[in-house]
Structure formats: structure tokens, C-alpha cells
């Protein structure tokens, strides 16, 4: 789960920086602006938390088991993208989710 969280946490704070950049561009103001962007820092530090917690996993737990709960982190994002993105969650996503929760339920099993 924590592993999860901190993919999830990369990737909100990744938006956020990208949110704050001008348009996309092989620039050097573009990559300065990107590496002194503290959104940016803490999705780099995020990653590579989650990185090293999988290292351990990985390490620790059958493959098997561990690669599909990665998954709960679609589960995370979404609840990001509904609360900190004010993104719209339909039925039908809602559905999806049940599905990867089920899923993971009985992999866990």
C-alpha cells in the first residue's frame, strides 16, 4: 500500500509541476524552470522512495503476488485526481475500481 501511495504522490506532484510549466519545449529555460521546480523535486523523491520500497518487496514477497497490488495505485490516483484536480469520476470508473480492489482482494488471498 505505502508503495502505492508514493507512486501515486509522484505522479500528483508531477501534474502539479507540469500544471506550473510553460508549454513543453527543448529549451534551457524550459529545463531550468523544470529542475528548479520543488513539485518536480518531490516527484523525484517519491519515485525514488517507491523505488527502493519495491527493491525490498520484490526482494521479500513472490512476484506473483506482489506485481499486480501495484495496481491499487490506479485506485490512489484516481481519488487524487478527484480531490486535488477536481476531475470527475463517473459510474463506470467506479466500476473499474471495484475491479482492480476485487482483483487484488483475491490475489492477496
Given at each position: 500500500?505505502?508503495?502505492?501511495?508514493?507512486?501515486?504522490?509522484?505522479?500528483?506532484?508531477?501534474?502539479?509541476?507540469?500544471?506550473?510549466?510553460?508549454?513543453?519545449?527543448?529549451?534551457?529555460?524550459?529545463?531550468?524552470?523544470?529542475?528548479?521546480?520543488?513539485?518536480?523535486?518531490?516527484?523525484?523523491?517519491c519515485f525514488a522512495a517507491a523505488s527502493l520500497l519495491w527493491m525490498?518487496?520484490?526482494?521479500?514477497?513472490?512476484?506473483?503476488?506482489?506485481?499486480?497490488?501495484?495496481?491499487?495505485?490506479?485506485?490512489?490516483?484516481?481519488?487524487?485526481?478527484?480531490?486535488?484536480?477536481?476531475?470527475?469520476?463517473?459510474?463506470?470508473?467506479?466500476?473499474?475500481?471495484?475491479?482492480?480492489?476485487?482483483?487484488?482482494?483475491?490475489?492477496?488471498?
Amino acid at each position: 500500500m505505502l508503495q502505492s501511495a508514493l507512486l501515486c504522490g509522484g505522479q500528483v506532484f508531477l501534474k502539479f509541476a507540469m500544471m506550473r510549466m510553460p508549454q513543453f519545449a527543448w529549451t534551457k529555460t524550459f529545463w531550468i524552470s523544470l529542475l528548479t521546480n520543488w513539485q518536480f523535486a518531490l516527484c523525484g523523491l517519491c519515485f525514488a522512495a517507491a523505488s527502493l520500497l519495491w527493491m525490498y518487496i520484490v526482494k521479500v514477497f513472490p512476484f506473483s503476488k506482489a506485481y499486480p497490488m501495484v495496481s491499487i495505485s490506479y485506485v490512489f490516483g484516481m481519488i487524487a485526481a478527484m480531490v486535488f484536480f477536481h476531475e470527475q469520476v463517473n459510474a463506470l470508473k467506479w466500476i473499474g475500481v471495484a475491479c482492480i480492489i476485487t482483483g487484488c482482494f483475491l490475489i492477496a488471498k
